[in-house]
């Protein structure tokens, strides 16, 4: 019987303080071993079905409540994890064109693992990778600084990479079939598993990227894990199905006027197939666990469960997907355990994907290169007090003025499946006026659309953002936000993280 696997993203180990011998050979000191565990369109409805991740890492470490993917698209998510930039600064704000992009501008050789590999570590990626890799850079590559790779070829969206897909191993493609073996969570568990086997034996820290691609669509369960869930129901808040959308932009009017009713069996049905799917990577997770446990290196070890992007089910009366501004899209869930972090902890500062790479790096105690826009929240775990953003910034789409210049000059073949988004429920993905840019406080979402449209919502008052009050804000609380989102939309490095601690913004409204 196969066991348990689990979508995390286990992301670091620091060594506790003390030497490790385990199967003759001595590990370092002070190099703990990192590991991700991601899955792919996750959202926080879902939390409590991966009961292994809660039981053997949100209990016995630390639980995030405030976790955002700024452009909450698997690429552009995918690309700040690996660089700790915002998207405007990877210049992967689309998933199209996607890994092409990241390649023609050679961000791959500065990116986490390289950083980990030069300071001593074995590095391995296992699943996803970008969307559309390797268009360009030949069906063969392996990015650098990986020492076992296993990906997806993410070119062919006929079917998807649950069954029938092709994994590159180490410039070798491998094809796979529909046999139950061949269930793609269960391949990338058994590599994980003998990677971590085998960077043992060679006595080496090492970081381990597990890159699921459950619960994405089609959300296709292991054979074992089909009928668990059958009369499961959607957990619905306020804002499914909203009746009045009066308040709402056009350009988000316009999503719900497709003809394409998404009612609530349709979220029923496909909030149970989400469910099922993830069982395999809550499994996975569970085996990670006791892979570390048997090999002594599980107090060696940071590990954190995380989700690429939220995905919504019918709030605001929008057929299911990703890539809105909207809470279910881009705050996601995120845990982690590992040495000094107390059982038990709940971080609510505003965290992001790009503080990943930073917090890793700082505790294996490497350098970041300037360009990081993120920050370290290893002092948040440790329960240290440390100055902290009041804000982040939110961002989809190329803007009217950076299209030429960001997807200009790549050469791509006809028939290139860049020619659209291979993926179907990025909701505003080639809406025209769809790109946005805001400003995500502590208590409020500022969102200013390509088309001229805005959004504002108190979500203190209004958690499920159902009254847009941008309209009744006052000139001088609009003209503050609109100037402190133009700086922000281009910061880089640590300008970025000085102008986020500076939006704690007193709102005031235009009288009645």
């Known amino acids: ?125 296992y699943g996803k990778y970008l969307n559309n890799y ?163 290196q599980l107090d060696n070890t940071y590990i954190f469960f995380v989700s690429d992007n939220g995905f919504h089910l019918g709030e605001h009366k929008i057929p299911s997907g990703k890539g809105t501004a909207y809470e279910e899209d881009i705050r996601v869930p995120m845990m982690v355990r590992g040495p000094g972090i107390v059982p038990g902890t709940k971080i609510s500062q505003i965290t992001a994907n790009i503080d990943l790479a930073p917090t890793i790096a700082d505790i294996v105690s490497v350098g970041t290169p300037d360009f990081v826009d993120g920050r370290s929240f290893l002092p948040c775990l440790l329960g240290q007090d440390v100055t902290w953003r009041n804000g982040l910034l939110v961002e989809f789409g190329y803007e009217i003025e950076d299209a030429f210049n960001s997807v200009q000059s790549i050469s791509l073949p006809n028939d290139s499946p860049l020619i659209k988004d291979p993926e179907t429920d990025n909701t505003l993905v080639g809406v025209e006026g769809g790109a946005f840019r805001g400003i995500r406080g502590e208590n409020y979402i500022y969102v200013e659309y390509a088309n001229g449209e805005l959004e504002f919502y108190d979500l203190k008052a209004d958690p499920y953002e159902l009254e847009n009050l941008a309209y009744k804000l006052s000139p001088e609380t609009l003209d503050t936000l609109h100037t402190k989102l133009e700086s922000l939309k281009y910061c880089v490095g640590s300008e970025c993280q000085r102008l986020e601690e500076d939006l704690q913004i007193e709102i005031s409204y235009t009288s009645p």
């Open 1 to 125: 019987m196969r066991k348990k696997i689990v979508i995390v993203v286990i992301v670091l180990a620091l060594l506790a303080g003390a030497l490790y011998t385990v199967k003759g050979t001595r590990l370092f000191k002070d190099s703990p071993n990192i590991i991700i565990i991601l899955t792919d369109d996750m959202d926080n409805s879902m939390i409590p079905y991966v009961e292994n991740a809660n039981r053997l890492i949100g209990d016995q470490g630390a639980v995030f409540s405030n976790y955002f993917t700024p452009t909450p698209l698997c690429c552009p998510s995918r690309s700040s994890t690996l660089r700790g930039q915002y998207s405007h600064n990877t210049d992967i704000l689309e998933n199209s064109p996607g890994f092409a992009r990241f390649f023609k501008l050679k961000e791959e050789e500065n990116t986490l693992n390289v950083w980990l590999q030069d300071a001593g570590y074995r590095t391995a990626l």
């Open 134 to 296: 390797p268009v360009n850079a030949g069906r063969n590559y392996v990015p650098p600084n990986w020492t076992d790779w296993g990906a997806f070829l993410g070119t062919d969206y006929e079917g998807d990479m649950f069954y029938n897909y092709t994994m590159n191993e180490n410039g070798t493609l491998v094809d796979y079939g529909d046999a139950p073996e061949d269930y793609s969570t269960d391949v990338i568990r058994d590599k994980s598993l003998k990677f971590i086997d085998d960077s043992v034996d060679a006595g080496a820290p090492f970081f381990l990227f597990i890159s699921v691609y459950s619960p994405h669509g089609p959300a296709t369960a292991a054979p074992r894990h089909e009928n668990l869930y059958n009369d499961l129901i959607y957990p619905k808040g306020p804002s499914f199905g909203e009746e009045d959308l009066s308040d709402k932009p056009q350009i988000i009017r316009a999503l719900t006027e497709t003809g394409d009713d998404f009612d609530e069996n349709d979220a029923n049905a496909l909030f149970r197939a989400r469910v099922s799917s993830i069982q395999s990577a809550d499994e996975l997770t569970a085996d990670v666990v006791h892979s570390l446990e048997q090999n002594g």
